[in-house]
């Protein structure tokens, strides 16, 4: 057996306790609890007491980072990764709900753009001023008022300076721990 088999080998058998897993993916301990008693996170055993996990719990926790990132829930990450006679069928159909749910946040987001980009290159003194701001306004004010206004998820805080800074903006990320 070649060298790069030996690291192989010792990979596959590498265990994380649970402090180790966490603090590597960024998380608590106690995240990595809650993904065990949702089903879907299974510890290989205990070391000293503590939970440690093997590469097949690191795969499995990739599979919780993916599907989390992807938008799932905990609930709907339990029912795909959990679903009884296969979960591709599932998953297929989950991912043609949520690439639909994306097109949609896609489209929003570029109109979104286009129109803070109008207001970057905005020739007005102040956007009151401005007839496509005013009618971006109204048109907004009508679907409102006719209840047709969807609800939607805010974008994150960017940690915008008070209007007249010249300042650099705070880092926004330290807000949002994961």
Same mark, same amino acid.
């Given at each position: ?29 106690? !995240? ?31 599979? *919780?980072?993916?599907?989390?990132? !992807? ?5 709907? *990450? ?14 297929? /159909?989950?991912?043609?709900?949520? *690439? ?16 803070? /980009? ?61």
């Amino acid at each position: 057996m070649g060298n790069a088999d030996a690291g192989a080998d010792e990979n596959e058998r590498r265990r994380f306790d649970i402090a180790e897993l966490a603090a590597l993916a960024g998380l608590q301990p106690s !995240a990595l609890r809650h993904y065990e008693r949702e089903g879907l996170l299974t510890p290989s055993g205990r070391v000293g007491g503590r939970r440690v996990y093997d590469n097949d719990g690191l795969r499995q926790l990739a599979a *919780i980072d993916f599907w989390q990132e !992807a938008g799932f829930t905990l609930a709907e *990450i339990a029912r795909l990764l959990n679903h009884a006679d296969g979960s591709l069928n599932e998953a297929k /159909t989950v991912a043609a709900d949520r *690439i639909a749910e994306i097109e949609a946040l896609v489209a929003e987001a570029l109109q979104v753009k286009d129109f803070l /980009t109008h207001v970057l290159l905005c020739v007005h003194e102040e956007l009151t001023e401005c007839s496509e701001y005013n009618a971006h306004l109204t048109e907004r004010a009508q679907r409102i008022s006719s209840g047709e206004a969807p609800r939607r998820q805010r974008a994150r805080p960017l940690g915008l300076r008070p209007f007249g800074r010249h300042s650099t903006p705070r880092d926004a990320s330290s807000d949002h721990p994961r």
